[in-house]
């Protein structure tokens, strides 16, 4: 039987201070695993015996300085089982096979969200390395199956290519984005936050791409783009997006040539039209919801418990306020939940409603 979190586990985590090694450490302590901490301020006689003791080894220190970590304690891995997160692993690819083809258990992962948003849902990559990966596997597809995320698995070696296309290419056309839209905005002197309220469904969808690089540290995206366009395939793709700019350029006089190149390219990339159906469904819900919760929603914290949301929209209905779109997020450990419900109903006693929410420890919002 493959080894889980939860049998007998003694697990060291190096980077365990922030991100996916904080979030993971206390993952493995939530599953009853002894779990050593290490960051950089570690003593080195604790680094060692922790070591030592581990029989798994999570590595979430910067992907920069893997290849150097992998050097130093190579020989300490033997007989234990090694995963690590990291978003590029460019920098220690042959180092980590070497090891996987020498007998060390390895499972490399990448979960595709911050450590610290709302995981349920979200895609995390599970890539095996070698003939004696399965021990690592199953450790590292318990972890993240506790978090709820959607396991895919795929060779390691496909990593780098696809994050191309999911990674380098978001940040490159959202930063991209984000420059034109501070020059667009000048002349009609409005702010990024007041073009919300005017804005037309396509922008809306698109705003929460560009949003959310926008609230992230710029260094992401640099890194992101920094690593892909080292690529063979990034640089192509750069290329071609300078191909595209210079014929749209040279079509823009024309609608009917415009269409054209358009049409190429989405026939092209999907021939059949099953996608661009599936995504006018998708986007069309999507639209839906935030217009539902722009139009009036209540957002509240409640304790995380089975059954809250039944009492919570108990106590709506009681008021006569239906719910017509919801969205929710994990808080404080996981341990309560913020809710932002959409409702119909604006005439409501909103007093009455938060009194009656806090005999459930649930609290109305400003």
Not at 44 to 51: G, H, P
Not at 143 to 166: I, K, T, W
Not at 250 to 259: G, K, Q, T, V, Y
Request: glycine letters at 6%.
């Amino acid at each position: 039987m493959n080894p889980t979190p939860q049998q007998n586990t003694t697990a060291v985590v190096f980077g365990a201070n922030n991100g996916w090694g904080k979030k993971l450490a206390s993952t493995l302590q939530d599953a009853q695993a002894l779990v050593y901490r290490v960051d950089i301020d570690t003593p080195t006689s604790e680094v060692d015996a922790a070591l030592a003791a581990s029989n798994l080894i999570c590595l979430a220190i910067p992907d920069d300085a893997i290849a150097g970590w992998l050097a130093c304690h190579a020989s300490r891995l033997y007989g234990k089982c090694l995963i690590d997160c990291a978003t590029n692993k460019d920098g220690f690819t042959e180092a980590l096979e070497t090891l996987a083809n020498e007998g060390v258990s390895i499972c490399s992962t990448h979960p595709m969200a911050a450590a610290d948003s709302a995981l349920r849902g979200q895609n995390c990559l599970i890539m095996p390395l070698g003939t004696n990966a399965a021990d690592a596997e199953a450790y590292a597809s318990s972890l993240y199956r506790s978090l709820e995320m959607q396991l895919h698995r795929m060779a390691f070696r496909d990593h780098g290519a696809l994050m191309v296309v999911v990674q380098m290419l978001p940040h490159l056309m959202q930063r991209l984005y984000l420059a034109l839209l501070t020059q667009g905005l000048a002349p009609i002197g409005l702010d990024v936050g007041e073009l919300t309220q005017t804005a037309s469904a396509n922008y809306l969808l698109n705003e929460l791409g560009i949003g959310r690089v926008a609230a992230q540290r710029a260094s992401v995206s640099a890194g992101i783009l920094e690593t892909g366009l080292k690529t063979a395939q990034g640089q192509a793709m750069l290329k071609h997006l300078k191909q595209q700019v210079l014929q749209l350029e040279r079509n823009a006089d024309s609608r009917i040539l415009l269409a054209a190149q358009f049409e190429q390219d989405v026939s092209t990339l999907d021939p059949e039209g099953l996608w661009r159906a599936a995504m006018a469904e998708k986007t069309e819900a999507a639209l839906n919801r935030l217009g539902n919760l722009r139009g009036r929603s209540l957002v509240l914290e409640a304790p995380n418990r089975i059954g809250m949301l039944r009492d919570i929209l108990t106590v709506l209905a009681e008021h006569g306020i239906d719910m017509t779109a919801l969205d929710s997020q994990l808080i404080d450990g996981d341990s309560r939940v913020r809710f932002e419900i959409g409702i119909n109903n604006t005439q409501a006693s909103f007093a009455a409603i938060s009194e009656q929410l806090l005999t459930l420890d649930a609290h109305l919002k400003p």
